[in-house]
């Protein structure tokens, strides 16, 4: 069970501001490409499930995802995740023909199938590019990211942590102690990305 706080920022303005303030704990900035699939009649989405390939920088890296049963209430997202490293050139393959999914060696893939059924192949539903800037602050992974999608751009800070309420609390402390407008996320950015629409 993966456990975030998600923080909406305002604007490119508190984005700025954010990154600014943080940029004594940078650690890494991640330039990633997510792009997500479904069963050709539709079987993961019907069971509110997620496959993705996420490709970071120039394909030095390819991640695929499979995420169930995600709840997000005041700011707090859990969610059922499993990951393995793919082959990137595997990955873009399955992207250019994405039903090359079925047939490759990959644990999380042979789980997609035998849990979800999905023997008519596989569908590429597209995706959406991600900027986001690792800090490492009062003990916690913060991940600031802009998220670039068709409708416009979204500024959000994830924190995963065993003690979401406790991050939250020193993640708000932080924004208004330096006056950055900020709210509770309400959507993942998978389900944006499907809203064609920023919340």
Known sequence: ??????????????????????????????????????????????????????????????????????????????????????????????????GKLGSVESRVLRRVKEEFGTEKGFIGLGGFGNVRNVYDWKGLKLEVDETKFDSGILYEIECESADPEGAKRLLEEFLKENEIDYSYSTASKFAIFRSGKLP
């Open 1 to 98: 069970m993966e456990v975030e706080v998600k923080l909406r920022l305002a604007d490119a303005n508190a984005h700025r501001r954010v990154t600014s303030l943080l940029s004594p704990f940078h650690v890494v900035t991640h330039r990633q490409k997510n792009l997500f699939f479904d069963g050709a009649a539709s079987e993961l989405s019907e069971r509110r499930a997620v496959l993705r390939l996420r490709f970071y920088g120039d394909d030095e890296r390819c991640v695929v995802s499979l995420k169930a049963r995600a709840v997000l209430v005041d700011g707090v997202s859990r969610v059922e995740e499993d990951e393995e490293d793919l082959d990137p050139r595997v990955g873009r393959e399955c992207v250019a023909e994405p």
